[in-house]
């Protein structure tokens, strides 16, 4: 587990922002710094920052008060919690900004989708942190040490002063960048050997097992204050005094436990990659390496037996942006080029085209979703069957507008007109209940392909209460009626009909001019209602 700490995130989020809005150019990964080299620009960073320290300040109990402070703030005792008047009156030259923990929450996810690169599986740790499990992964960054210099180089190049350490499980991660010492950059990132967790942390202090103030507070008084003075007490006493919770952490911070992560995102069935020496700019590069990319996953998918049902492509820009697009598939696909396609329609429909900027050091091409691939039989002209046509369409479609605007109806178990119909999505494939077959071939339709949601309200005469209508008014128009069939008894759902539902009797009508229409009549006449309201509901061809 890489455990990344980023101790002054409000601070160098604003830096960031200001530094944009003044047009600096950020220096890229591609630089070819050396390590002393980044250290020499945190180190002026640093010197900038101590002439002006910095504190964000919000409004509890009626004041205002420090919510959180940037390195130098911090050394001069200006700490979370203090009111903005006694730090004023400490140092009047210090700099405040408000606090805002939704853009730093937006700032940390930015991070979090730019480690993508090193690892799927990116978790959160608190507000200020993150953990990346990284098993099976460093040895395609040339092990664990390059993996953590190159991504603690990267973030300093960005702005971001950072903590980090590698350990068996992430409590003992956690623990080691927070309170293992050393300052912030690339020099002082601790590596714990498998196995070495529980020796690793034994200087640490309690605090480190993230407990409570006031479990911290007893262990203080009762003359703990190390993990190791801890670790070295009897388990059973401890457990009674501060309960199970406390023994499980200190388990986990000694590596006799690896309690599992929550990734941000699942992570993809399959992935294919690319990493560029040089960032790559040109779109049709970029559409060209997804093509490649297309065939490695083609070989994973045959291996599985299985084809593509949702794929997502991740860009990686140098100056640690990321963008995401997802394509769906309305059947298990497997063609390199037909991914291709869908990608670049996908790409040519963006309302917020792709920015290159300094360009993309990385490319990754993922199978979000996979079904088993199903072999079709060809006709002798060659062709398969015209399903395919029709997913070829879909897929293109949902490419272009979205999956939302491309539907398709589907029945309800239901026997209400108006929530029998259902529009879903036509990516979404699968077992449908069928539309059942309410008259022979040729014999008029029983329901109209029109209806209005609601219901209008209309006029009629009637010849007796139950009986159907003789003349009817629908928008200022009177409609005599010359022939009637019906009715048809829709009773209402008693499982979840709503108050003041009643029973429908339909009929279908036809006037003198030879128009047909679907009325309804609500409320059976003295039983539910006295006074039956008349409705028209559809309108047939």
Same mark, same amino acid.
């Not at 710094?33 to 509890?60: I, N, Y």
């Not at 309410?438 to 005469?461: I, K, S």
């Given at each position: ?40 620009? %945190? ?47 400490? $140092?009047?030259?210090?700099?405040? %900004? ?61 702005? /971001?002063?950072?903590? %980090? ?26 590596? @714990? ?12 202090? @309690? ?12 262990? $203080? ?17 401890? %457990? ?6 406390? @023994? ?66 991740? /860009? ?89 605007? @491309? ?13 029998? !119909? ?39 005469? !009637? ?79």
């Amino acid at each position: 587990m890489l455990a990344l700490w980023f101790p002054d995130l409000p601070a160098d989020r604003l830096r960031r922002r200001d530094r944009g809005a003044h047009g600096e150019t950020p220096v890229h990964p591609s630089s070819g710094l050396s390590g002393a080299q980044d250290e020499a620009r %945190a180190d002026k960073t640093d010197a900038r920052a101590a002439a002006h320290p910095l504190v964000f300040v919000a409004k509890a109990g009626g004041a205002l008060r420090i919510a959180a402070a940037d390195r130098a703030a911090r050394a001069l005792g200006l700490l979370p919690g203090m009111a903005l008047a006694d730090a004023r009156a400490r $140092h009047p030259d210090i700099r405040t %900004a408000d606090h805002d923990p939704a853009a730093d929450c937006a700032c940390l996810d930015a991070v979090a989708d730019w480690c993508d690169r090193y690892t799927p599986l990116v978790a959160l740790d608190g507000a200020d942190g993150l953990t990346l499990d990284i098993t099976g992964c460093a040895h395609l960054f040339g092990g664990e040490t390059a993996l953590l210099q190159q991504a603690l180089r990267a973030l300093l190049r960005q702005g /971001f002063a950072v903590r %980090a350490a590698i350990a068996g499980n992430g409590p003992a991660a956690h623990a080691l960048a927070r309170f293992g010492g050393g300052d912030s950059g690339t020099s002082s990132a601790p590596i @714990v050997p498998p196995g070495g967790e529980a020796e690793a942390v034994r200087p640490l202090p @309690v605090a480190a097992l993230r407990a409570e103030a006031e479990t911290q507070a007893a262990l $203080h008084r009762m003359g703990l204050h190390a993990i190791g003075e801890l670790a070295d007490r009897p388990r059973a006493p401890l %457990a009674a005094r501060f309960g199970a919770d406390l @023994v499980d952490r200190l388990d986990a911070l000694l590596g006799r436990t690896r309690p599992p992560i929550a990734p941000r995102r699942p992570a993809p069935l399959m992935t294919a990659e690319r990493r560029f020496a040089e960032p790559l700019t040109d779109i049709d590069a970029l559409l060209a390496t997804l093509a490649m990319l297309a065939g490695d996953l083609k070989d994973m998918l045959e291996g599985r037996g299985q084809g593509a049902r949702a794929l997502e492509a991740a /860009f990686f820009r140098a100056d640690g942006q990321v963008r995401r697009c997802t394509v769906e598939t309305a059947r298990a696909l497997r063609d390199p080029d037909v991914m291709a396609r869908l990608f670049r329609e996908r790409l040519e429909a963006l309302a917020d085209p792709l920015d290159p900027g300094f360009g993309f050091d990385t490319i990754r091409l993922a199978v979000l979703r996979a079904a088993p691939f199903g072999t079709r039989q060809e006709t002798l002209a060659g062709r398969t069957d015209t399903a395919d046509d029709l997913a070829a369409l879909v897929e293109r479609l949902a490419a272009r507008v979205g999956r939302t605007h @491309v539907l398709r109806f589907t029945r309800r178990d239901t026997h209400v007109p108006e929530r029998e !119909a259902l529009a879903l999505s036509a990516l979404d494939t699968g077992a449908l209940p069928a539309w059942p077959r309410r008259r022979e071939a040729g014999a008029p339709p029983l329901r109209p392909l029109c209806l209005f949601d609601p219901p209008q309200p209309v006029e009629t005469l !009637a010849a007796v209460p139950d009986g159907p209508p003789i003349r009817f008014r629908w928008r200022r128009v009177v409609h005599d009626v010359v022939r009637a069939e019906g009715p048809e008894r829709i009773a209402p759902e008693w499982w979840h009909a709503a108050d003041g539902d009643l029973t429908r009797d339909y009929f279908r009508v036809e006037d003198a001019r030879g128009r047909r229409f679907w009325l309804f009549r609500a409320g059976l006449y003295g039983h539910e209602t006295m006074r039956p309201r008349w409705y028209l509901h559809g309108l047939f061809a």
